[in-house]
């Protein structure tokens, strides 16, 4: 039998992830609830780890991909957490070192995507396996804050900048490159301890550069899905 890791959140945040990564039997991780209990993962590779690798360094990667992919997909989704609590049927419960990802709670059940088709997401999370960079940035969009910051942001911006994809995904997500400009003059404060040249007479206000990005993010996943189909690259300079 698998073993499940448990998880932790708001009862809307974890349906949502259990209904977007269902058991598929392909080798993939999923996530469901037992008996209408409790939430969990469950992948091959909790299974039978890497050596040297534990079961909640595969459970923290694995949900970091799982939360940055529903992000791009619902703008108001909060990343779940694992507790480090791990059980298999027949066995006693183990745990390991705790991990903690704030939740935010009574988040509305009116969840509606902004991105990508969810139906898709098991296919994202096949494709992020494969493009370093865009796994990079979609851990880093579901990592262990809630709310991401500027710092947090601009990394992203820099991954997808430097993996040539910034015009496509800013073109497919009609994005201006006003805004981008926009986008890096408003983070510079939390980037560079010295202002390059003058702030920002109007600000990015934050919850539009988080939109941005993960409009970003969701485009760059549509994009690679759409080369895939085609035998091609995603990767656009």
Wanted: hydrophobic residues 40%.
């Amino acid at each position: 039998m698998s073993i499940k890791a448990w998880l932790d959140g708001d009862d809307v945040d974890l349906r949502c992830l259990a209904d977007l990564f269902p058991y598929r039997g392909d080798g993939s991780f999923w996530i469901n609830r037992q008996g209408g209990g409790r939430f969990y993962l469950s992948a091959p590779e909790l299974d039978h780890p890497t050596a040297g690798v534990t079961h909640l360094q595969v459970t923290t990667a694995l949900l970091a991909k799982a939360n940055g992919i529903v992000r791009t997909m619902y703008p108001h989704f909060k990343p779940v957490s694992t507790p480090g609590s791990f059980s298999e049927d027949g066995k006693p419960n183990f745990a390991q070192k705790e991990l903690t990802i704030e939740v935010r709670p009574n988040l509305s059940a009116g969840l509606t995507a902004a991105g990508p088709s969810p139906s898709l997401a098991p296919v994202y999370a096949d494709l992020v396996s494969k493009n370093p960079d865009l796994d990079e940035a979609i851990a880093l969009m579901g990592g262990r804050d809630s709310e991401l910051n500027f710092e947090q942001l601009y990394k992203i911006c820099e991954i997808i900048t430097r993996a040539g994809m910034m015009k496509a995904t800013r073109m497919s997500a009609r994005i201006s490159d006003a805004d981008v400009r926009l986008f890096k003059q408003t983070a510079q404060p939390s980037r560079h301890a010295r202002l390059r040249g003058k702030p920002p007479k109007n600000p990015m206000p934050i919850q539009k550069a988080r939109t941005m990005i993960g409009q970003l993010l969701a485009a760059w996943m549509v994009i690679a899905q759409k080369a895939e189909g085609n035998g091609t690259t995603s990767e656009i300079i």
